[in-house]
């Protein structure tokens, strides 16, 4: 199993940016994004389930980034909206092969990308 991200990349504050992951080697119940900040922990941002249009999201960017997939390519894109500086991370996408509801658990995610760097400056 194989994840690649890209799309990373130095915005400005209140700028856009859509990473996408390119997932091959397997079927996924669900693709993911989470992200490392400087000094902090791995987070969960968002995921969408491969059987539904919507995703789930955090608090923190709920109304900002839009999580969606194309099933056919078994690739996941989020689009991140209105970015500020505290969006600045290493973003990771993940997949989870059998499903769970603690989907905002990094550990519950099996296989995960390389991450691609997020730089949002004020």
């Known amino acids: 199993v194989q994840l690649q991200a890209s799309g990373g990349g130095l915005v400005q504050a209140g700028g856009s940016l859509r990473l996408s992951c390119a997932a091959s080697g397997g079927t996924f119940y669900s693709l993911g994004w989470f992200r490392r900040a400087p000094g902090k922990e791995r987070e969960f941002i968002a995921r969408i389930e491969t059987a539904r249009l919507y995703g789930d999201y955090a608090d923190s960017v709920k109304g900002r980034f839009t999580i969606s997939r194309d099933n056919a390519k078994n690739t996941v894109y989020l689009q991140m909206n209105s970015l500020k500086p505290e969006d600045t991370a290493v973003y990771f996408c993940?997949?989870?092969?059998?499903?769970?509801?603690?989907?905002?658990?990094?550990?519950?995610?099996?296989?995960w990308g390389q991450g691609t760097l997020v730089t949002v400056s004020s």
């Open positions: 993940a997949a989870d092969r059998h499903g769970t509801w603690n989907y905002r658990e990094r550990s519950e995610y099996e296989y």
